[in-house]
């Protein structure tokens, strides 16, 4: 029986609506802000690293959802792998067995996860987060989480607690007993750890926010202090991990570090099936599941589902059999290589950093009269606004999709789908060198643009 729902007759006859419906129901100043930029656009298919919109046209996705499309859209192996597990009807979430696919998926994971021997699976990033803070609470005995400045970690309350932006934290206080420190800062964690209350820092490699990387040496410095005072080490890597910066994990591009904690998601779905995974050393598990009576102590209605263990095993094995992460070490380094090759082309263009496939394009002060009264302009009105001028043009005029790294920062970040070619990369690096030199220009549509961000700026203050 198959009753009357069609989905495709739905969408044919309601998608034209999806804005008014997200305006009415959801969150109304998502189709707001998209209007006012000139992103309203209405995409209808996607495959790989590309999406098209309604009159057919190409998109190149330098986004990737977040990082969540690390495989690209509709990867055939993944699309098979969730078919089959639909087809399989299998006895889902009984939560009184133990079925096959979750311990095969850990075991896989673990595989690529030195010095790490158990996992929970959650629902998302956040859920992974706030796994590894409780977790390392308990195991430790302690309340206090280190974090850094510009951290991202989530938005659940926990999660929260541990985001150093603080645009996100206003209103929802009071959170946990956390602090803050620089990224980088030694002697910051040192001091804070001598207070003996600390239970763990947890630290993106690579932040998200501005595209930052922990120094060189920081990792393993802060692992040895952390250790040395009881406290442990989470890393997370729930958008740089799965070969985003180059290798598995960001964390092992620095010899000797070895978190006691790892969070995972986003890449892991397969863009289909929302999942996270918390990593763990053996006895941080049996502390916190210490007996029978502990057994769900922590757990997750929907964690561990067939069809998102399905699609995590069907990630990781084409990620090994595509040889995946070093495709996108190599075409990362590709990339890096020619837009670092623009910079003393234009002044505009101050810096280009990352790792990998998530790469930093920040923007700074221009040295010539002209350019330099446009963007005090700009940066009078509200900061990041000339970033803004320049993800504009790209979708609208290059079809290419890119994001503002963070609010009132100066920094585009790339993170597209690991699968981009060479063919993309020119695509890429042809239309950002079009806007550079339009921005150079000092006229023309793209400082129009310009004025009407400042004006909205202003009007929202």
């Known amino acids: 029986m198959t009753g ?7 969408l ?69 792998a969730l078919h089959d597990v639909l087809d399989a009807q299998l006895a889902d979430l009984t939560r009184f067995d133990c079925q096959p696919l979750p311990g095969l998926l850990a075991e896989r994971l673990l595989a690529h996860s030195p010095h790490l021997d158990r996992v929970f699976f959650g629902n998302s990033g956040t859920e992974a987060v706030e796994t590894a803070l409780k977790f390392a609470r308990y195991a430790t005995g302690r309340t206090r989480i280190l974090y850094c ?7 659940t309350t926990g999660s929260l607690s541990v985001n150093g932006e603080q645009g996100f934290r206003e209103g929802f206080d009071p959170l946990l007993p956390d602090t803050a420190i620089a990224l980088g800062d030694l002697d910051a964690l040192e001091r804070e750890l001598h207070h003996g209350d600390v239970a763990a820092f947890v630290v993106e490699p690579i932040q998200g ?56 998601a986003k890449a892991l779905s397969g863009g289909y099936v929302p999942v996270g995974a918390t990593l763990g050393k053996d006895w941080i598990f049996k502390k916190v599941y210490s007996s029978m009576d502990r057994v769900l102590v922590h757990s997750a209605s929907f964690g561990s589902n067939a069809q998102a263990m399905a699609a995590g095993l069907a990630v990781l094995s084409v990620m090994e059999d595509e040889d995946t992460v070093a495709h996108a070490r190599r075409i990362g ?32 002060r221009p040295s010539s009269l002209g350019l330099r009264g446009r963007w005090t302009m700009l940066q009078a009105a509200r900061k990041g606004l ?62 129009d643009f310009g004025k009407t961000l400042v004006k909205q700026a202003v009007a929202q203050r």
């Not at 009357?4 to 739905?10: H, K, N, Q, T």
């Not at 692992?223 to 005072?229: G, K, S």
């Not at 598995?248 to 570090?257: I, L, R, S, T, W």
């Not at 060479?422 to 150079?440: G, K, P, Q």
Request: glycine letters at 12%; one cysteine or more; charged letters at 25%.
């Open 149 to 155: 400045h510009h951290a991202f970690h989530g938005l």
């Open 4 to 10: 009357g729902f069609d989905l495709r007759a739905l």
């Open 386 to 447: 000339f970033a803004q001028m320049v993800v504009v043009p790209l979708l609208q005029r290059h079809r290419i999709l890119t994001q503002v790294s963070g609010d009132h920062l100066e920094v585009i970040k790339l993170i597209p789908p690991l699968i981009i070619d060479e063919a993309d990369v020119d695509r890429f690096v042809t239309a950002f060198t079009a806007v550079m030199d339009d921005a150079h220009g000092g006229g023309g549509l793209m400082w």
């Open 209 to 264: 926010k501005g595209v930052h990387e922990a120094p060189p040496g920081f990792l393993r410095a802060a692992q040895d202090l952390l250790h040395r005072h009881g406290a442990l080490l989470v890393a997370d890597e729930v958008q740089t991990g799965l070969g985003r910066t180059g290798d598995f994990y960001a964390y092992q591009h620095e010899e000797g570090v070895e978190p006691d904690l790892v969070c995972v």
């Open 333 to 364: 380094d590709l990339l890096s290589g020619r837009l670092k090759e623009l910079v003393p082309r234009y002044e505009l263009l101050h810096e280009i950093r990352g790792r990998g496939l998530m790469i930093g394009i920040e923007f700074g």
């Open 12 to 80: 044919s006859e309601r998608g034209a609506e999806r804005y008014e419906l997200h305006a009415r129901y959801l969150n109304h100043q998502l189709p707001r802000m998209l209007h006012t930029i000139g992103f309203d656009k209405v995409y209808e298919r996607a495959e790989g690293a590309h999406f098209w919109d309604a009159d057919g046209v190409d998109h190149l996705d330098m986004l990737a959802g977040f990082g969540v499309m690390g495989l690209g859209r509709h990867h055939p192996v993944v699309r098979k």
